[in-house]
């Protein structure tokens, strides 16, 4: 702790406050050295020091940029805890503050905070007694009112900052003793906003913070968590509106007066009113008398505004209003609370037909104050519905919120506020229940939801004609200065999403019946309007998904009309009408499936107008709009492909398929589409071609479109070295990917790869018809792997057809003549440039073939597994790894593999690398662990699960009583490998339990419950104990964990090594409680490290 005041504590030099004063200008002069002055200021701000520097520095006539780093040095420490030794901090920073009634504002504000920041460590008891002295002493002269209202407005903030490093108790009883002085509070505040113009913004300012204060009241917060926490709405209002009046004070009187007037009043004084009628209708949200007298001063002053205002934009229905110009701001402002009142808008009109509906049903006149009531409402939903059509994306995103508002309050889909006192249990109020009440009662809930769509559904009948007005292009887009389309897009989804809601309300089928209306208008007016059609597309397809397929008329004949519009060739809105076209399709692609006549007629349009058409459209303003256009088109005719496939190839007698396949295979040969969208085509080829029943067909069709995207291959080949270069091979690419062509290619080759299964009443081919395709065009393959390793994608997508390929065919796959030429040639490519997905694509290849049951196929599988594992395991022993990635997918394969009995049994009885792999293995394990448990974590864990493997193998309860010879000869040969067959650096089993000591020892330090080493070690451990290796494991665990360096080699006397080895076979059973007992192992080490690391 220092010392505040002129006397305050040692000064780190002599000179302190001549250092502070040279690095606080290098700060903001020397910019070469910024980082240097800033490291320096910093670790002066954190010396006790520093408070009478500070006192000095604030008490001395100085620049700003002093002053400012001397007021915050003071919050900093304030907010740290850092307090003083002696004297009345309040009373000192009220003195400082003297002298900067005036400003710099930005050091007024720093002392301000602090001031607030040293009343949070006092005793609770005081805070009333603080607050009325600091309001006391800032209110006594005129000069002084700006810093009041600072001062008022900032202690809502900082009572909610966990910058302040105070407990969080602490923080909410300041809150609440500081509600308890609201009322003296908005007194001050009604008293300084008469002092001049200036105060009076800043006075409405600080009167909703303190508004908003009021979330902190306990009694409310425990209601509002009662209300997420339901889900149902209970009612809650905060103190000052329950107590009624709120609505005449003067403040939210003005307020809502300005807010009325906002055509002409300053626009920063209608800031900050919105501010206030903001914060005040966010303080209920029932509607009993009190709670709707404040509502509808609020719904009233917003309306009035509108009137004034909102005849000035209407001629921003149709043309796009200058973003930042003064009308948008005075419409942020009404906007702002346009869409805060969706949900009061809900809650009220629903309350105002129950009442008028219970009065009538008594036989008594509906209340006084209802047509009131719905006239303020209607004119309300009236303002809203107008900012949603305004072409300007920030406003019309105003009422947007509105609707979506009176969706969620219909849908009770309310989202939890952020309580920045949630830290402290809830203290229970009073909790009623209404309509929305705490009950989650379903059939209530249907019942309530039942009886609001009548009320609701002309407003959203009247929501979704003005959402489609908003999502209109403007008919010239180049020509709208204020036009952006990247946000326009972005606005359209947000529209989307409240029409896709009020389907809920108005039913789907309105919404298509009322664009079908619109469409027939539309086409009856010559020209054709283009953002019309476009904007009923986009409205149809939001809600198609909620409306049952085939039910209506107006998609069908929008469908139908798609080929006969009049598409345009030049400016944005040829590629934006093109763009609904594709969207059109893309989301009715199930129709079409069902209903083959349509289909064939989009069919032909796709490849014959539409997708040709766009390459040679005009490039938007926006660089990605036409890239856009493309992807939405490729993906509309890919889905129409994959959705109809099955009847594409029986439409016209079996013959429409040829056409449609010979016209994309155009389409994809074609450079001037992105190299994506042609992949999405080649996708949709392979879907059609995949359905066919006829293979030969099928061989056919695919063999010409290989040798088709063969072709543009010949300029690539002709600059080939003669031989490969192997792992000298660099990128040439501009981009350093692989070229395009040889991408196509082989998703040409790889289309067809998701064939349904073939019905059994035809006959059987002699040979799948991709492997011939593959086999046919081998050598192409060939040649592309091989001298375009380099290209990391470029293989990896090789490795993956190869995958979907061989999967799909695996019943024809073992015998085709080249499946090991692809294993081989994947080998090769692998050994220039490593990669983990060749490891990948083999432990896949084991997967499918390894149940086979040929003895051919078992000796290609283990000797690929060697292929492949074998260069990494003596990559360990030469002391120079390979990646983490790659040796992590080599040891997945190779526990893969030796999963299979079949595998195992030939690879550890035959194969010459398995015993120096186990070898390796066992060395490498503890050494990585030892090197960077975070980095080989992975490999680590694939080591031991190939261990394991092996392990269980040599236990006879793994067989579960099957006694083949192939088993038992395999229960030998995994026994002797373990404990007989001498192996390069000495017999398995002992180096083994050694090694998993030293895998404990090396994941102590970085927490031992962390990761999957521990884990994986108890399991090595248990299969251990488990089967034929017992007697020996548990003998040489103890010396194991003895021969661990020290400290830890002593961390475990022998009595307690012996009753840790009981232990472990008792619970060997138990797979949870073996490893929890690892654990232990393992965090005693880590104990006794970090022991001995404090007392070195």
């Not at 492949?868 to 040796?887: D, E, H």
């Not at 494991?1033 to 009981?1062: N, W, Y």
Request: glycine letters at 6%; one cysteine or more.
């Amino acid at each position: 702790r220092g010392r505040l005041g002129p006397g305050g504590g040692r000064l780190m030099a002599a000179d302190a406050k001549a250092q502070v004063l040279v690095h606080i200008h290098g700060l903001h002069k020397d910019f070469a050295n910024t980082q240097a002055h800033s490291d320096w200021l910093q670790h002066f701000q954190q010396a006790t020091q520093a408070w009478g520097v500070v006192h000095e520095l604030l008490s001395e006539a100085n620049d700003e940029v002093v002053h400012y780093f001397a007021a915050h040095t003071l919050v900093t420490k304030l907010q740290a805890g850092h307090l003083p030794s002696s004297g009345s901090i309040s009373q000192e920073l009220l003195r400082y503050l003297a002298n900067f009634w005036r400003g710099p504002a930005a050091v007024r504000r720093q002392l301000v905070v602090a001031l607030i920041d040293s009343a949070l460590w006092q005793a609770p008891e005081q805070d009333g007694h603080w607050l009325a002295e600091c309001i006391k002493q800032l209110s006594e002269r005129v000069e002084a009112i700006p810093c009041l209202l600072e001062f008022l407005a900032a202690i809502p903030e900082e009572a909610a900052n966990r910058k302040v490093v105070v407990a969080a108790q602490r923080r909410t009883v300041f809150a609440t003793n500081m509600l308890q002085h609201s009322g003296h509070v908005f007194e001050a505040l009604c008293k300084a906003s008469v002092t001049n113009e200036q105060c009076n913004v800043g006075a409405l300012h600080a009167f909703a913070r303190w508004l908003h204060l009021q979330h902190a009241d306990p009694a409310l917060r425990a209601m509002k968590k009662a209300t997420a926490k339901a889900t149902t709405g209970i009612r809650f209002s905060a103190d000052v509106v329950a107590k009624g009046g709120l609505h005449e004070h003067p403040l939210v009187q003005q307020a809502a007066q300005t807010i009325g007037a906002i055509a002409k009043a300053p626009l920063e004084l209608c800031r900050a009113c919105g501010d206030v009628l903001s914060e005040a209708q966010g303080l209920t949200n029932e509607a009993t008398p009190q709670a709707r007298a404040v509502l509808l001063l609020v719904v009233q002053a917003v309306v009035e505004g509108s009137r004034q205002l909102l005849p000035m934009t209407r001629a921003n229905l149709e043309t796009w209003m200058d973003q930042d110009g003064e009308l948008a701001a005075r419409a942020a402002v009404l906007g702002r609370l346009v869409g805060e009142l969706g949900a009061i808008f809900c809650r009220l009109t629903v309350a105002d037909h129950a009442q008028a509906a219970a009065a009538t049903a008594n036989g008594q006149p509906p209340p006084s104050n209802g047509a009131a009531s719905e006239a303020a409402l209607n004119a309300l939903s009236e303002a809203a519905l107008h900012f949603c059509a305004l072409r300007h994306t920030d406003l019309a995103k105003c009422g947007l919120d509105f609707w979506y508002a009176v969706l969620a309050q219909h849908l009770v889909a309310t989202t939890e506020e952020d309580d920045p006192f949630d830290e402290e249990v809830q203290i229970g109020g009073k909790i009623g229940t209404d309509g929305w009440g705490q009950s989650r009662d379903q059939e209530a809930e249907q019942q309530r939801r039942a009886e609001e769509v009548p009320i609701l559904a002309p407003h959203m009948k009247r929501m979704v004609q003005a959402h489609w007005q908003a999502v209109r292009y403007p008919a010239e887009p180049e020509r709208e200065a204020y036009f952006d389309w990247d946000e326009f897009v972005r606005f359209r989804e947000l529209c989307s999403i409240n029409i896709t809601e009020a389907c809920l309300v108005v039913t789907p089928r309105w919404i298509i019946d009322h664009i079908g209306t619109l469409l027939e208008q539309i086409c009856s007016t010559q020209p054709i309007a283009w953002q019309d059609i476009d904007a009923c597309v986009f409205v149809l397809t939001g809600v198609a998904s909620r409306a049952p397929a085939g039910q209506d008329t107006v998609i069908p004949k929008l469908i139908e009309l798609l080929p006969s519009l009049p598409y345009h060739t030049e400016g944005f809105k040829a590629l934006l009408f093109r763009n609904a076209a594709s969207r059109l399709i893309l989301f009715t692609s199930g129709y079409l499936a069902l209903n083959p006549e349509p289909c064939k007629q989009i069919l032909r349009f796709l490849t014959v107008q539409h997708l040709p058409a766009i390459p040679a459209l005009p490039p938007g303003p926006d660089k990605d709009a036409k890239k856009y256009c493309e992807a939405i088109a490729c993906d509309a005719m890919k889905m129409v492909m994959t959705a109809a496939r099955k009847g594409i190839v029986t439409a016209d007698n079996g013959t429409l398929w040829r056409d449609v396949i010979s016209a994309v295979i155009t389409l994809v040969a074609d450079p001037r589409y992105n190299v994506d969208c042609r992949a999405q085509l080649v996708f949709g080829i392979g879907q059609v071609l995949s359905v066919l029943e006829n293979w030969d067909e099928l061989e056919q069709m695919l063999s010409i479109f290989v040798a088709r995207m063969e072709e543009p291959l010949g300029p690539i080949f002709a600059a080939l070295p003669a031989e490969p270069l192997g792992s000298r091979a660099q990128k040439t690419t501009s981009d350093g990917k692989a070229p395009l062509e040889l991408k196509l290619y082989i998703a040409a080759v790889s289309s067809v790869y998701n064939m349904p299964p073939r019905s059994e009443a035809l006959p059987r081919p002699d040979h799948h018809p991709v492997l011939a395709v593959v086999e046919k065009h081998f050598a192409t393959i060939e040649r592309v792997c091989i001298h375009h390793t380099q290209y990391d994608e470029l293989m990896e997508q090789v490795c993956l057809a190869f995958s979907y390929i061989l999967g799909f065919s695996r019943s024809y796959a073992a015998s085709s003549p080249v499946f090991v030429p692809m294993m081989k040639l994947m080998a090769r490519c692998c050994e220039y440039h490593p990669q983990p997905f060749y490891m990948g694509l083999v432990r896949s290849v084991i997967g499918f073939f390894a149940a086979a049951g040929s003895a051919q196929l078992d000796s290609i599988l283990v000797d690929l597994t060697g292929l492949f594992v074998a260069p990494v395991a003596r990559s360990f022993s030469m002391g120079c790894p390979l990646t983490p990635p790659i040796n992590t997918a080599s040891y997945e394969m190779l526990a893969e593999a030796l999963r299979h009995w079949n595998l195992a049994l030939l690879a550890i009885r035959n194969a010459s690398w398995l015993p120096e792999t186990l070898d390796a293995t066992i060395d490498a394990l503890p050494r990585l662990c030892e090197d960077n448990q975070v980095v080989h974590e992975r490999t680590i864990c694939a080591m031991m699960r190939f261990l394991r493997n092996v392990l269980l193998w040599a236990d006879p309860s793994t067989c579960k009583g099957d006694t083949s010879p192939e088993l038992l000869e395999l229960q030998r040969q995994a026994q002797a490998i373990i404990v007989e067959r001498p192996l390069a650096r000495g017999v398995a089993l002992p180096r083994l339990v050694e090694a998993l000591a030293r895998l404990l020892a090396a994941a102590a330090p970085n927490g031992p419950a962390k990761g999957e080493v521990v884990p994986g070690v108890a399991e090595v451990l248990r299969t251990l104990l488990m089967g034929p290796f017992e007697y020996q494991a548990s003998g040489g665990l103890p010396a194991a964990l003895r021969a661990l360096p020290s400290p830890l080699g002593g961390v475990l006397a022998e009595p307690e090594q012996q009753r840790l080895v009981q232990q472990l076979k008792m619970e060997k059973a138990d797979s949870r409680r073996f490893t929890r007992t690892v654990l232990g192992v393992a965090e005693q080490f880590a104990v006794t490290l970090k022991r001995a690391q404090f007392g070195a």
